[in-house]
């Protein structure tokens, strides 16, 4: 039974290793961060990457909420640079949803 026990933790921790190495993480904004600095961080991130699908008529539009927009601009940022911001924290989950579908 305990030989099982080992082989179950240690398969988990191989898939949750592979997962990740194939870009299956997420970088969303942590829970602490005030909306106003949510802000300054979405406004700086769209100057620089392509927002579009949290834009008016996007796939990611709506909620119409800063966090949500931060959270798609965060993971964006993270699928091109490798970087998740010391805002940010990342995640196993697939946060997309509907036709939002993040990078």
């Given at each position: 039974m305990a030989r099982l026990s080992v082989f179950s933790s240690s398969f988990l921790w191989l898939l949750l290793f592979f997962n990740v190495c194939k870009g299956k993480?997420?970088?969303?904004?942590?829970?602490?961060?005030?909306?106003?600095?949510?802000?300054?961080?979405?406004?700086?991130?769209?100057?620089?990457?392509d927002c579009s699908a949290i834009k008016p008529g996007g796939d990611c539009y709506e909620p119409n909420l800063i966090k949500s927009h931060l959270n798609y601009a965060l993971s964006n940022y993270y699928r091109k640079t490798n970087e998740c911001p010391a805002i940010a924290i990342k995640t196993l989950t697939d946060p997309s949803y509907g036709k939002c579908k993040y990078p």
């Amino acid at each position: 039974m305990a030989r099982l026990s080992v082989f179950s933790s240690s398969f988990l921790w191989l898939l949750l290793f592979f997962n990740v190495c194939k870009g299956k993480d997420w970088c969303l904004v942590s829970p602490s961060v005030p909306e106003s600095e949510m802000k300054t961080y979405l406004i700086e991130g769209c100057a620089r990457l392509d927002c579009s699908a949290i834009k008016p008529g996007g796939d990611c539009y709506e909620p119409n909420l800063i966090k949500s927009h931060l959270n798609y601009a965060l993971s964006n940022y993270y699928r091109k640079t490798n970087e998740c911001p010391a805002i940010a924290i990342k995640t196993l989950t697939d946060p997309s949803y509907g036709k939002c579908k993040y990078p």
